[in-house]
């Protein structure tokens, strides 16, 4: 499990640190995998919650009780009893769904609208029936009083198909080339559609015909030259506010009395708004997405207070009504999930999430296959396994083959048996090295002021050490030693004014005691030197002869 802490709120990643297992296992290695330790403080909150290659569309239902997920490859929809947190069924697609939308409360009823014109009705068992449209569709929703489903895409009709009596409508005209997304006001069923032009049209059911129309391209920032922005995505929060999303990436909070936005958040990455909604719990907080980033903001100030950054593009959203869980459908095979304290408790089906969060905090791994090696047709070769093409031992994917880590590890050591003679090699020179550099003496540096006093200390200090190493007290030497590291006596080494003039009187008239001292002190020096040099020959010998046997080392494998 992945922590951030974005403004101070906690984002628990509840699908980092899953452990990506190949299609291609058997029931008996994924029985294995779950007993490793690794695999045992991860937390999979939904079992099977992802899709083979991407997933698109995710909704849950009103009961609370089921997540309808849409995704590729094969085109499907998977079924999530989160009561039992597991699947409960999947189904499969001719054509990839572009939107559904659940009609009943529970799973028994649901609406699919497909990229090549068709609009699947699913019951408990199955495909129930199947319509096709004039246009391509792009959104669609249910008014529940009149059993009314209502379709927009590219033209500039609305599209009726009643399901009671199984037949389409007399279409609503406007004029609009095409609209993106539309939804029924849940309170007075006020039908707002989006436009491709940037208009918000408002229809009146009742009457068919159209009562508001709001120029949103206006008020939103287009950086897209000459084109003018359009709606991609609308919600609404109650029966007086609104939520547009355009295509650059702005969103519009209208109060539909008014024509002038009370308020406008920008994503700033000019990307199209895909999802919109409303915190549940706290109505101030707004949840919106785009490709990139998944934003939670204040409707009133626009203050953010966190935000999600996946590292694959998102494509929907779903918020678990009255919780802090939230569910990102995107690029990949995983389902993201993450967990808000701060926007509200776990739901009630996963109550555990509360006392665990905190327990299963790590680092994210960045491993993918942790038992299989990934190895291009180039690799093979090199390795002289390409003759294992089309055995059981490698798995094609993509580019290259999948190969089970201990064969890889076996079969570069008999590709490269001179590999561990190479890295001995390595090793050796790079101690060679680090001997020749710590045998270098490193030259003081004397300061500018006092120059001689203060070559005078450091002589006094290089004879400090050879006493020290003797075992010799040397109680005076001690005391010059610490002058130059002291930090009292700092000024004396670097102020100008603290320099010592030889020409003084005061200076004269201590001059022959200092140069008695100055004699006494050489003295000593020499006949301590001299037991010094015999000391450092014998050192240098025994270093020669460490040289010369690592050498002997080196020669010898080169002539092997």
Known sequence: MQVTNVNDVRVYNLTCGQKAVPEWLNDDKRKKLKKEADMKQRIELIQGFEMPMLSSC?????????????????????CYDVNELSLKFERCFDNECIQMKILSEDYSKVV??????????????????????????????????????????????????????????????????????????????????????????????????????????????????????????????????????????????????????????????????????????????????????CKIWNRHTGKNLTSIEPATPLNDMLNIPGSGLICLTNDSPKIFVYYIPTLGNA???????????????????DT????????????????????????????????????????????KSVAEPFAFAEYRKQKLRAKIDLKREKSRVPLPIVPTVNKELAEKLLHDEGDFIVNKKKKQKAADTKESLTIL??????????NPDMQIDANHVSFKNIAPLVSRLSRQTTAEDESISNENDEDQDEEEQEDDDGNDLIDDMLTSDDDN
């Open 112 to 293: 699919f609208m497909h990229s090549n014109r068709y609009i699947e009705f699913h019951s408990q068992v199955g495909n129930y029936y199947t319509i096709r449209t004039p246009k391509q569709g792009r959104a669609c929703d249910y008014r529940y009083s009149s059993c009314d489903l209502y379709c927009v895409g590219a033209t500039n009709e609305i599209y009726r198909f009643n399901l009671e009596q199984g037949q389409y409508l007399e279409p609503l005209s406007s004029k609009s080339t095409g609209f993106n997304a539309c939804e029924f006001n849940p309170e007075h069923e006020l039908f707002a559609c989006g436009s491709v032009e940037g208009h918000l049209e408002c229809y009146d059911p009742r009457v068919r015909s159209l009562v508001g129309n709001i120029d949103c391209a206006v008020y939103a920032n287009s950086n897209s030259g000459n084109s003018l922005p359009a709606v991609s995505c609308i919600k609404f929060k109650d029966a007086l506010n609104i939520a547009v999303g355009t295509s650059t990436g702005q969103i519009l909070m209208f109060d539909i009395r008014s024509n002038k936005p009370y308020f406008i958040k920008d994503h700033n990455y000019n990307l199209p708004i895909k999802r919109i909604d409303f915190h549940t719990l706290n109505d101030d907080y707004v949840l919106s997405i785009d490709k990139k980033i």
């Open 58 to 78: 995710i909704q849950m239902t009103r009961d609370g009780q089921y997540i309808f997920v849409t995704g590729a490859y094969k085109p499907r929809v998977r």
């Open 368 to 411: 993918v296959y942790d038992d299989y090696k990934f190895l291009t047709l180039k690799e093979l070769d090199t390795l002289g396994l390409s003759h294992l093409i089309g055995s059981d031992l490698l798995r094609a994917y993509m580019h290259g083959y999948f190969m089970d880590i201990r064969l890889y590890n076996q079969a």
């Open 347 to 365: 739901p009630k089906w996963c109550t555990f999430l509360d006392n665990i969060t905190e327990e299963l905090e790590e680092k994210p791994a």
């Open 485 to 494: 590291k002291d930090s009292r006596f700092r000024s004396l080494f670097t």
